[in-house]
């Protein structure tokens, strides 16, 4: 029996079952509020200095399976890697279940893979890390690139979660073709951000490896030659963190005016907006303190929330276009039918 009409987002072929793509979607959603747990106890292992609490053993701690506390790094880093192990476990569970809810071709199909891809990364990144003892007070110009690459992966994993639980909950496909300029902010926005993080990553580093006893000194040695390199990159951090700034506020205005009367877009332009003058704002006053460990760890969370929130705005920008034909809803099965049309010439 048909009880009414709405505007169907599901652009696949075949079939969703309403009441299984919900609770899906809130298990997705949960599970990236995990993730974002622990990629902050991550860096509490690297500012903590715990990174080497498990020795130069991987997968094992110490040599154990199930570590006998050492120390206290031990802990740390050993509940790291159970909590981290369990996020693996959960990209696996997702993925499986991905496939059962939504038909062939689904795009909740496709980021639950390149979300499994992107913790696989993670996975081998952290091994490597270990293995090659790039961790505790280790100084090597490998270790700057290895954590740069680790942050941009939690970046695209991040991304790859968020659209995962996104598309579960009903968005719709995102189209790069026939957007109009509308695409180029947010391109330059979110590239700005890898910069930004790659290089706050490096800083991070400088600032676990030499602290510094006062601003004057921690000045001192960014412009002393024979400064260590990370502590010589740091300063570039703050000046690319301006320069994205401009990119991200200017995709935020340009969004929202390119698609106006869209109160998705308006409300992600505004939340972008605001998480990165607070991001100034603790990123200045985690340099002013000299990074302790809780600013420096609410400095991530915001960076990560900042990153998400774009990834949101771009996908809630770029899905424009994609009209819809509104199409009954079978109140016996819950069950509904995709059929998405062309999409609507775009700005
Ligand atoms: C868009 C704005 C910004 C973003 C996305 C951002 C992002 C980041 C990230 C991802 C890290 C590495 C965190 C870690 O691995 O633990 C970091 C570190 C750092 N950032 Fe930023 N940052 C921004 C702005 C700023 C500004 C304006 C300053 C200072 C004026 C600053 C100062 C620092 C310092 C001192 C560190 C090293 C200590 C730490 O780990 O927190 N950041 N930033």
Known sequence: MSIGTRMEPDRAEGQVNEARAATFAKAAWGFLAYNALVIVWGAYVRASGSGAGCGSHWPTCNGDVIPRPKSIATVVEASHRFTSGIALVGTIVLAIWAFRVFPKGHRVRTASVVSFAFMMGEA????????????AHDKSAKRGLSMS????????????????AHFASGGRALRFKNQGFARWPLVG???????????????ALGDTLFPATSVGQAIAQDFSASAHIFLRLRMFHPVFAGCCGLLILGAATVSRTLRPGDPKVLRMSQIV??????????????????????????????????????????????????????????????????LATEPAAPH
């Open 189 to 203: 926005a979110l590239t700005g951000m890898l910069f930004v993080g790659t290089s706050g990553g490096i800083a």
């Open 124 to 135: 081998l990144i952290g091994a490597g890390l270990v293995l090659f003892e790039l961790v």
């Open 273 to 338: 907006s605001y998480l990165f003058f607070t991001q100034l704002l603790v990123g200045v006053t985690n340099m002013g303190l000299l990074a302790p460990i809780p600013v420096q760890l609410l400095h991530l969370v915001v960076a990560d929330s900042l990153w998400v929130s774009l990834v949101l705005l771009t996908a809630h920008t770029l899905a424009f276009g994609q009209d819809t034909k509104p199409l009954t809803i079978d109140a016996n099965t819950t069950t509904t039918a995709a």
């Open 149 to 164: 690459l680790h942050l941009v992966n939690t970046f695209f994993l991040l991304a790859s979660l968020v659209l995962m």
